[in-house]
């Protein structure tokens, strides 16, 4: 079994920063790909980020030049630097784990508990 834990969530102006961190603890050698993906009220959840232990990334248009995706291997740890927020960036933002790096959250085979960011003035 694979546990995630998130932390780092909370309530930002819009144009702030924050940053999300994901430590993975457990049967950690399935895991290739980790991630976050988000889900607001009334939308599809969204793949966010993800990236691999090589370091390879996908990113989802709309954080596209905002959102930075970094990985330590070494402490099972991936963060989620998010900078220039923007209200409809409001949302749950939940860490996942795979073998694969694809957009296909279905693909995903761990999911943490889940993080609120907030994004108001």
């Known amino acids: 079994q694979v546990q995630l834990v998130e932390s780092g969530g909370g309530l930002v102006q819009p144009g702030g920063s924050l940053r999300l961190s994901c430590a993975a603890s457990?049967?950690?050698?399935?895991?290739?790909?980790m991630g976050w993906y988000r889900q607001a009220p009334g939308k599809e959840r969204e793949l966010v980020a993800a990236?691999?232990?090589?370091?390879?990334?996908n990113y989802a248009d709309s954080v596209k030049g905002r959102f930075t995706i970094s990985r330590d291997n070494a402490k099972n740890t991936v963060y989620l630097q998010m900078n220039s927020l923007k209200p409809e960036d409001t949302a749950v933002y939940y860490c996942?784990?795979?073998?694969?790096?694809?957009?296909?959250?279905?693909?995903?085979?761990?999911w943490g508990q889940g993080t609120q960011v907030t994004v108001s003035s």
């Open positions: 996942i784990g795979g073998r694969f790096l694809v957009a296909d959250l279905s693909w995903y085979d761990y």
């Open positions: 990236i691999t232990s090589g370091g390879s990334t």
């Open positions: 457990g049967s950690i050698f399935s895991i290739n790909a």
